[in-house]
């Protein structure tokens, strides 16, 4: 990391520990069934990636991308689709899966608009969770690491659509 003024906060292997008791959690959960995951772009495509390859489930991947951000650090509680999920969601066993959640704006937009298609069940899987920021009773499913409220890069997290490919986590102050 050539940056000075960034710190590492979660190492690689640390998160990876975090990924592998999350992927365990989620199989023995749905044990015997096929999974629909539907991952918020684009910070959780890395987190997907290596939960997935943990997965010994049957399991299919659907996308949506959502708008809460701008290209500001803090959510402005108005969230929009960018885009949205192509897969039917009907009688389905749902998990949606997102880097992390702070307001929960977002989360708990998308949830009402997934349960709005009667899924059989819906949970939501995430990396971080940082409750300090929660505007909403949002509450996840299952969570990788509760972090505290600083502004986090790296692992697919972004500023201004920089840093996601580091593969720890990062605070720049």
């Given amino acids: 990391m050539s940056d000075p003024e960034m710190k590492l906060i979660y190492s690689e292997e640390e998160i990876h520990r975090q990924v592998e008791r999350l992927a365990e ?5 749905y044990e015997g069934q096929e999974l629909l995951i539907i991952c918020v772009l684009k910070g959780g495509v890395i987190f997907l990636s290596d939960l997935v390859r943990h997965l ?9 991308q959502l708008a809460s951000y701008g290209e500001g650090t803090e959510s402005q509680g108005v969230v929009e689709f960018r885009k949205g999920f192509d897969s039917p969601i009907n009688g389905k066993d749902v998990l949606i899966v997102e880097d992390i959640v702070d307001s929960g704006y977002s989360m708990e937009f998308l949830s ?6 009667n899924p059989k069940s819906l949970k939501a899987c995430v990396l971080l969770d ?5 505007k909403v009773p949002f509450e996840p499913d299952y969570v ?6 600083i502004f986090l890069l790296g692992y697919g997290l972004d500023l201004n659509e920089m840093y996601r490919n580091l593969p720890g986590i990062y605070s720049k102050d």
Avoid: C, W, Y
């Fill in 25 to 29: 959690e989620i199989n023995k959960d």
């Fill in 56 to 64: 010994t489930i049957p399991v299919r991947i659907d996308f949506v």
């Fill in 112 to 117: 009402q608009k997934l349960m709005s298609h």
């Fill in 130 to 134: 940082k409750k300090a920021r929660r």
């Fill in 144 to 149: 990788g690491i509760s972090v505290e409220d």
